[in-house]
């Protein structure tokens, strides 16, 4: 079994969550960013973490994969955002 194709899939799995606590943490470490910085963090962190990872791992870096993964982070916090204002019954 090849267990960096195992452990570099894992790690691809956790990009959007680990995409959206950096933005999160970047917003509250430094308020006065610039609200568009942000979404721009949101779509470059997931190209550099999967290049990275995919670099270590010595597979083949995807873009395509790299977009959905941040589309997933984007998502995830909508998510959280909807059901943070409106609650579960929305």
């Given amino acids: 079994m090849d267990w960096t194709l195992l452990g570099s899939q894992a790690i691809l799995a956790l990009v959007p969550v680990v995409t959206m606590v950096v933005v999160w943490g970047v917003r509250l470490l430094i308020p006065k960013i610039p609200r568009v910085a942000l979404p721009m963090l949101a779509m470059g962190l997931p190209f550099l973490l999967t290049f990275v990872t995919n670099y270590i791992g010595g597979h083949e870096f995807s873009p395509l994969i790299a977009a959905l993964l941040g589309a997933a982070a984007t998502w995830l916090r909508e ?8 609650g579960t019954n929305a």
């Fill in 79 to 86: 998510l959280i955002s909807t059901i943070q204002q409106h």
